[in-house]
């Protein structure tokens, strides 16, 4: 059998304060969604910005993680896989889908008091690695500058 991969990468942010649970077994579950922006340019020549949302899930030390960490407006990078459910709606009778990403690796990116968070910043959690804490990056943002696809010289 050939090898296949499911691995997802996004970097965005926090739609809503994950909601979080413990399975029977007394599992935590962390459920929440980051929404990604993609910037395109029209054909008048105007960019305009397309949001993606995704619904992620996390479980045991990563949703704790989640739990106390993670709040709507944080600017997170999450490696995952996707994960397909599928059900018969009662009510229909039609087969429903739903994809979700399976959390593997977790790293906040927002600094102090960023996106509705008091704590975190540079926060790491990944299940090959142990849970640490990161400083920052200080390099310049040059979000506000305006650089478009036509100021990139190749």
């Known amino acids: 059998m050939a090898k296949s991969v499911n691995k997802v990468i ?3 942010n926090v739609g809503k ?13 962390a459920n929440f969604s980051i929404a990604t922006t993609d910037r395109i340019k029209g054909q008048d020549g105007q960019y305009t910005d397309k949001t993606e949302w995704h619904n992620l899930v ?8 989640v ?14 896989r996707l994960q397909t459910s599928s059900w018969d709606d009662k009510a229909t ?8 990403i399976i959390v593997s690796d977790l790293s906040l990116l927002s600094g102090k008091g960023e996106g509705g968070s ?6 790491t959690k990944s299940n090959t690695a142990s849970y640490d804490q990161r400083t920052p990056a200080s390099q310049p943002d040059y979000a506000d500058q305006g650089i478009t696809d036509d100021d990139i010289p190749f």
């Open 17 to 29: 304060d994950p909601e979080i649970r413990a399975t029977a077994g007394g599992m935590t579950v």
């Open 67 to 80: 739990r106390d960490y993670v709040k709507k407006g944080n600017k997170l990078y999450v490696e995952g």
């Open 58 to 65: 996390a479980f045991q030390r990563t949703a704790e993680i």
């Open 93 to 100: 009778g039609q087969k429903k889908y739903k994809t979700e």
């Open 10 to 12: 996004l970097l965005g």
């Open 118 to 123: 008091e704590g975190g910043g540079g926060y």
